[in-house]
């Protein structure tokens, strides 16, 4: 099983020789890191949040009804935003038996075809999401709760991140055509 971070030289972004490619890598890795800083944030705030509510809720006796869906809200966004970051640099875990076993042309093609099926699916889903998005803003969905927050606060969250996750595979799959590090080598190799 590979975690993605155990390999950084071997699971570093492929380098588009594509100028439109390389631009839109770039536009994302800005993105990535934005939004990796936020969720950085985010996660201390819940942390917060949390351990406030706890404190109120036995020391004080006070009761708290905001924090669990303030909490689950920027822990939604925390899962969302950063899977392109993730996704830039392979780090989503994959079983890597078969790596072992085939040949590195057809384990590559094999990544490849991974690829396109990951794109399809997480177009999909980002899809889907921004559908449930339209939907709850339209009908003003809440949820259940006393402070009843807007859904389409997390469903946003949900449908930008997948969003940002499909581009992010859309951009490798078009960087795999033109990845300047297959033909870096035997440069490196012909200079004197």
Not at 30 to 53: E, G, P, Q
Not at 77 to 103: D, K, M, N, W
Not at 137 to 165: C, K, R
Not at 168 to 174: A, E, K, R, S, Y
Request: overall charge neutral.
């Amino acid at each position: 099983m590979s975690h993605g971070f155990e390999l950084e030289s071997a699971r570093l972004p492929a380098v588009s020789g594509s100028a439109p490619v390389a631009a839109m890598q770039l536009l994302l890795a800005r993105v990535n890191s934005v939004l990796l800083k936020l969720s950085m944030v985010a996660m201390i705030l819940t942390a917060l949040v949390l351990t406030y509510s706890v404190v109120a809720r036995y020391f004080f006796k006070t009761p708290t009804d905001w924090q669990d869906e303030a909490s689950v809200f920027m822990l939604v966004g925390v899962t969302f935003f950063c899977t392109a970051y993730v996704q830039s640099f392979r780090g989503h875990i994959g079983i890597e038996a078969l790596a072992t076993i085939l040949p590195p042309k057809v384990n590559a093609a094999r990544l490849f075809l991974v690829d396109l099926l990951s794109l399809a699916f997480c177009a999909f889903f980002a899809w889907k999401s921004w559908a449930l998005c339209h939907e709850a803003w339209v009908d003003g969905q809440t949820t259940s709760s006393t402070l009843a927050p807007p859904l389409w606060i997390p469903y946003s969250m949900m449908a930008a991140g997948m969003t940002l996750l499909a581009l992010q595979i859309l951009v490798q799959v078009l960087a795999h055509f033109t990845d300047k590090r297959a033909v870096a080598p035997t440069e490196t190799r012909s200079a004197p």
